[in-house]
């Protein structure tokens, strides 16, 4: 039997037009990004944030940094997917529950730590483990959406810059991906064609 999972992966389509009617409740915002941070991180970092834009005033606003998309404000909620630069003195408390439940060694934990400080005292691969880890977060919480029966988008057509400033991000923070998720609208595209594979894959 297939499993439900790859049917999703299958038919996930990228949505332009939403139900402008359509609303989430802080519940289904809530369950979305708690399927989203299952996604996996280096050490386990959770470096990321998800800000859920979804009243009126703070649609229109990132609508405008948005170069007027309408998905950006039809949709029931844009999603401000961030990435953090990687903090390793947070490591000790995200592993901790690991640790206390027997799954990890605390020297493992520690030694975690170490190296990730070593790691990330690199400006560019502190910069690209932000990015990772928001770009994972949005797969996943594309396809969480998508099981529970709605539409979604990813964008990176916004001003940084400006969402940045608007929504309070802090410095250690990029805004990695806007994800418009709602109800789908007539008029929206089935997946598009694929490359073959015999271009994209090599098996060594």
């Known amino acids: 039997m297939t499993h439900p999972a790859i049917a999703l992966i299958e038919q996930r389509a990228s949505a332009n037009h939403f ?10 915002i809530q369950r979305l990004v708690q399927l989203a941070t299952r996604a996996p991180t280096a050490y386990n970092l959770q ?9 009126p005033e703070s649609k229109r606003l990132l609508r405008a940094l948005s170069y007027d998309q309408a998905k ?7 999603f401000i997917v961030c990435g953090q630069l990687p903090d390793a003195q947070a490591l000790a408390r995200r592993l901790r529950p690991f640790v206390e439940s027997g799954h990890m060694p605390a020297t ?3 030694a975690w730590q170490a190296d990730a400080q070593t790691k990330y005292a690199d400006e560019r691969m502190a910069r690209d483990e932000a990015i990772r880890s928001a770009s994972l977060g949005t797969a996943t919480l594309i396809h969480a959406a998508t099981a529970l029966g709605l539409a979604s988008s990813p964008m990176i057509g916004f ?4 969402v940045a400033q608007a929504f309070g991000l802090a410095d250690h923070e990029l805004p990695v991906m806007l994800v418009p998720i709602g109800r789908a609208a007539p008029g929206n595209w089935p997946q598009k064609p694929r490359r073959p594979l015999a271009e994209v894959l090599d098996i060594a």
Do not use: K
Request: proline share 6%.
């Open 19 to 28: 139900d402008p009617s359509h609303q989430l409740e802080p519940d289904e």
């Open 47 to 55: 470096n990321w944030r998800f800000i859920a834009v979804h009243t």
């Open 72 to 78: 950006v404000s039809e949709a029931a909620a844009t």
């Open 108 to 110: 493992m934990a520690a």
């Open 159 to 162: 001003d940084g810059a400006g």
